[in-house]
């Protein structure tokens, strides 16, 4: 387990550097709904997913494989993507659609903080649905962890920073101590004042409001549902799989 000292949490994509990362490891959060719709993907049975920056890298390697074998997933603003085989509600995500395919993943923000760690010596996709694995492999670490908040375009989101301090909170015993970093507390002291009613809280989130008019309501309250599944998406080389299988 790392020293609780040793656990960052950074609240956007844009509140890092990649080299910032070189030594240490990551746990990627994008609750609404990136890596939720990643861990159910692969507990579904995708058999790999490769995360991407943007449309054009989407185009680029679906262009290297054969349609059978793929599916271009994701969402800009939160709409599915013209032209793409899923948006990014996990209810999409379902056996009968992902089994044995490779999805390729394009988002707003999530899959570009994955990208970003790229020299991370550990990146790992973190959310309630797949919290236990998180804390389970967390406590293999001796390096430095950084929890990464995909936020909104540069800003803070509630429903990311609360599960940061979820697992601060669960690797603590609910007792952060002073040593901690400053990002670690507020991601603890979110989770003390609204961990005891996650979906009130973040049901109530700026990405849920921005959500509320596109998508449906249950992929709130499926999000926000903790220990679903026993998956550990991890990168190997570029690409998610599932490292508990
Ligand atoms: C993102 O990557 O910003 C999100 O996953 C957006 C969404 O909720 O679809």
């Known amino acids: 387990m790392p020293q609780l000292s040793y656990i960052d949490v950074f609240f956007s994509v844009q509140a890092f550097q990649e080299e910032e990362l070189r030594g240490k490891s990551a746990v990627i959060i994008d609750v609404l709904r990136a890596s939720s ?15 991407v920056a943007d449309m054009s890298d989407a185009m680029k390697i679906a262009t290297t494989m054969d349609q059978k074998d ?81 936020g909104w375009q540069g800003r803070l989101s509630i429903e990311d920073t609360l599960f940061a301090g979820a697992l601060l909170y669960a690797i603590s015993g609910g007792n952060l101590p002073d040593s901690a970093k400053d990002g670690a507390k507020v991601a603890f002291g979110l989770f003390e004042k609204y ?9 109530k989130s700026d990405h849920a409001k921005r959500l509320a008019e596109l998508v449906p309501n249950d992929d ?7 220990n679903e599944f026993d998956v550990l998406p991890g990168m190997r080389d570029g690409i998610l799989t599932n490292l508990n299988g």
């Open 195 to 203: 961990g005891h009613d996650l979906e009130g809280a973040i049901s």
């Open 220 to 226: 709130i309250s499926f999000c926000c549902k903790v």
């Open 70 to 150: 793929y599916l271009l997933c994701g969402e800009k603003n939160g709409n599915k993507i013209e032209g793409y085989h899923l948006g990014n509600s996990p209810a999409e995500y379902t056996p009968d659609t992902v089994k044995d395919k490779t999805l390729i993943f394009n988002t707003t923000n999530g899959t570009k903080a994955i990208k970003k760690a790229s020299l991370a010596n550990k990146v790992y996709i973190g959310s309630f649905l797949n919290q236990q694995s998180i804390l389970d492999i967390l406590q293999e670490h001796d390096d430095e962890i950084v929890l990464i908040c995909s």
């Open 37 to 51: 719709s990643i861990a159910t993907a692969i507990r579904n049975g995708a058999k790999k997913i490769i995360p």
